[in-house]
């Protein structure tokens, strides 16, 4: 069965960097496009970055551009994000998500994600 597993959260001050993973399992990663999204404690989840099935394109939300970096490595079936210059307001459960090539869209909603990771907590103080 398909299983993305998130890891590399934890709590640092403003204007640290954490690196997280999603390690994927169950799929042919080379045809899947993923995404990673996030969600404060009564907010609504926000998409923060998706890249493409080959990892050579990528979208940020405008609130982490310049900041926070994707990449995709399909031999290690692993998606990445490297996040910079923390802030507090980057505080969230952080998710990873796949969709596949049939899709037809690399960046879709997120009602249209095939399958997500569990989570890991990001916190940041100021």
């Known amino acids: 069965q398909v299983q993305l597993v998130e890891t590399g959260g934890g709590s640092v001050q403003a204007g640290g960097s954490l690196r997280l993973s999603c390690a994927a399992s169950g799929l042919i990663f080379d045809d899947y496009a993923m995404g990673w999204f996030r969600q404060a404690p009564g907010k609504e989840r926000e998409r923060v970055s998706c890249?493409?099935?080959?990892?050579?394109?990528?979208r940020y939300a405008d609130s982490v551009k310049g900041r926070f970096t994707i990449s995709k490595d399909n031999a290690k079936n692993t998606l990445y994000l490297q996040m910079n210059s923390l802030k507090p307001e980057d505080t969230a459960m952080y998710y990873c998500a796949a969709v596949s090539r049939a899709s037809g869209s690399w960046c879709p909603p997120s009602r249209d994600y095939n399958y997500w990771g569990q989570g890991t907590q990001v916190t940041v103080s100021s």
């Open positions: 890249i493409t099935y080959s990892g050579n394109t990528k």
